[in-house]
């Protein structure tokens, strides 16, 4: 069986290029392919974690993906929606537990303050994850 292919997916044009590529990869070697969205969540002082984006627009944007992937022929596409407050951790626990061997992570240009303070997700995953990493622009 092909190691799984996961698209790290959001709201992003930057996404929407990981898409384009995650899917040819995954046509052209005939892989499974899984979208991952990580909704971000954050504490809520005494309240339950305030989510980035409701249920219905998370599943909107995976949604589209899917449509995606099948329309350009990808035969075994799955989404994935998982909640987390740390996004490239999420991604990395993702990937080891379901054995990817492959994920494809879009990127913008994020200033440089918001790198400084708040790190780069698709960095963190370059950098910690234990199977082949690409970069989508």
Known sequence: MAATLLCCVNASAHARRAIELATEIAKALDHPLV??????????????DIRAMSEKEARDILDIAMRYAEANG???????????????????????????????????NPPFIGRLLLGSVSQTVVAEAKCSVTVAR
């Open 74 to 108: 990808v035969k075994d596409a799955r989404p994935a929606l998982v909640e987390a407050r740390d996004v490239a951790e999420a991604i990395l626990d993702f990937a080891e537990e379901r054995k990817a061997g492959h994920i494809v992570v879009g990127t913008g």
């Open 35 to 48: 979208f991952l969205l990580v909704n971000q969540t954050r504490p809520a002082s005494g309240y339950p």
